[in-house]
T-cell receptor, first 113, second 111 residues
């Protein structure tokens, strides 16, 4: 019972490099989310996908792009990484809509030098 | 003003006591409320959700919602050291389509 799987778990990048964070869920959920968590800041929504084929900006979308590849997979891309994007990134999913509980992956710890 | 506010703590209670965690929200039209537990270095884990005014109990946990006063609380009875974690409150504002999280309250249960 994997739930929400994120890869990689850890990553170190240099400023200006690009990378894609992967997320997959096996719960047949329609909605998926990407958050970042910084010390003392709680969880902030970057992008979300209410259903397959749709994506929308959250609170802090600048510097990121997303792709909802299919119902299971939702990826987050950093085109040109900046030190301010050093954070822990969580992917989550919910059955349909944000009035239902979200289930989180284990997170990706990303450091940008 | 943040949409969802929590006292960051740390909150310390002795083992066996009741831990009371509080959360206030600014959007009076908020409908759905969630409590997550997050151990250090781990991902958030759903504990409870509540949609209606009043209390909702699940084992040692009770969520309380008071929409008139715009607060939601989480009570943990018979607190255990394993309850030591950061507790995140989240609300769905009427003005937004997605959850807003508080910054969390760090709870320590002392043996």
């Amino acid at each position: 019972n994997a739930g929400v799987t994120q890869t990689p778990k850890f990553q170190v990048l240099k400023t200006g490099q690009s990378m894609t964070l992967q997320c997959a869920q096996d719960m047949n959920h329609n909605s998926m989310y990407w958050y970042r968590q910084d010390p003392g800041m709680g969880l902030r929504l970057i992008y979300y996908s209410a259903s397959e084929g749709t994506t929308d900006k959250g609170e802090v979308p600048n510097g990121y792009n997303v792709s909802r590849l299919n119902k299971r997979e939702f990826s987050l891309r950093l085109e040109s990484a900046a030190p301010s994007q050093t954070s822990v990134y969580f992917c989550a999913s919910s059955p349909t809509g944000s009035n239902q509980p979200q289930h989180f992956g284990d997170g990706t710890r990303l450091s940008i030098l | 003003q943040k949409e969802v506010e929590q006292n960051s703590g740390p909150l310390s209670v002795p083992e066996g006591a009741i831990a009371s965690l509080n959360c206030t929200y600014s959007d009076r039209g908020s409908q759905s409320f969630f409590w997550y537990r997050q151990y250090s270095g781990k991902s958030p884990e759903l504990i409870m959700f509540i949609y209606s005014n009043g209390d909702k109990e699940d084992g040692r946990f009770t969520a309380q919602l008071n929409k008139a006063s715009q607060y939601v609380s989480l009570l943990i009875r018979d607190s255990q050291p394993s309850d030591s974690a950061t507790y995140l409150c989240a609300a769905l504002p009427s003005s937004a389509r997605q959850l807003t999280f508080g910054s969390g309250t760090q709870l320590t249960v002392l043996p």
